[in-house]
């Protein structure tokens, strides 16, 4: 059964860069699209982005400037960098296995809080 | 890049028949037959319940099922039962590449 795993900071300062990653187990993370997506409080939910397994990326347009995804294949787990934050930017962040080109999350971690203090 | 439209709340008694609508544009539900449908329960994350507008992984109950007509998609949840209560949200692939969801709808089992 594949696995999602959060992890990074839960609190980071206004202009700075929030940084998270997704540690992927109980399959491989060869092959596959992986988003991040994410959630402020009592809204709903928004795309931030995706990279393929080899590296290749999209961007959700509004969020384009600021966001920057890797991969790290030996480690079976995948990054995102969000930088210039601001309390907008408060929200649960879900990273997510697309099985196929057209579609997110087969699979999903179980989210993380991050809040953008000023 | 605009979300999605779907209604606010949708409610139906047990056993009933309900259908959410999602409605985009040209550039999302109205070319690509790429919508998928999400379940979230309260403090949970998403579940996949539709893809590829009418497929469903699985182990999702046959009472779901996904539709689309020009640039509006629906599911539909047949025989409500009382663990369907729930967000949903459609998502759809669109144009350059991204993804754009809907609103969200919340689903009361009356």
């Known amino acids: 059964q594949v696995q999602l795993q959060e992890s990074g900071p839960g609190l980071v300062k206004s202009s700075e860069t929030l940084s998270l990653t997704c540690i992927v187990s109980g399959g491989s993370i060869s092959s596959y699209y992986w988003s991040w997506i994410r959630q402020p409080a009592g809204k709903g939910l928004e795309w931030i982005g995706r990279i393929y397994s080899t590296g290749s990326t999209n961007y959700n347009p509004s969020l384009k400037s600021r966001v920057t995804m890797s991969v790290d294949t030996s480690k079976n787990q995948f990054s995102m960098k969000l930088s210039s934050v601001t309390a907008a930017d408060t929200a649960v962040y879900y990273c997510a296995r697309g099985r196929g080109p057209g579609t997110i999350g087969d699979y999903w971690g179980q989210g993380t809080l991050v809040t953008v203090s000023s | 890049q605009s979300a999605l439209t779907q209604p606010a709340s949708v409610s139906g008694s047990p056993g009933q028949s309900i259908t959410i609508s999602c409605t985009g544009t040209s550039s999302d539900v109205g070319t690509y037959n790429l919508v998928s449908w999400y379940q979230q329960h309260p403090g949970k994350a998403p579940k996949l319940m539709i893809y590829e507008g009418s497929k469903r992984p699985s182990g999702v109950s046959t009472r779901f099922s996904g539709s689309k007509s020009g640039n509006t998609a629906s599911l539909t949840i047949s025989g409500l039962q009382a663990e369907d209560e729930a967000d949903y949200y459609c998502?759809?692939?669109?144009?350059?590449?991204?993804?754009?969801f809907g609103g969200g709808t919340k689903l009361t089992v009356l």
């Open positions: 998502c759809s692939y669109a144009d350059s590449f991204t993804f754009v």
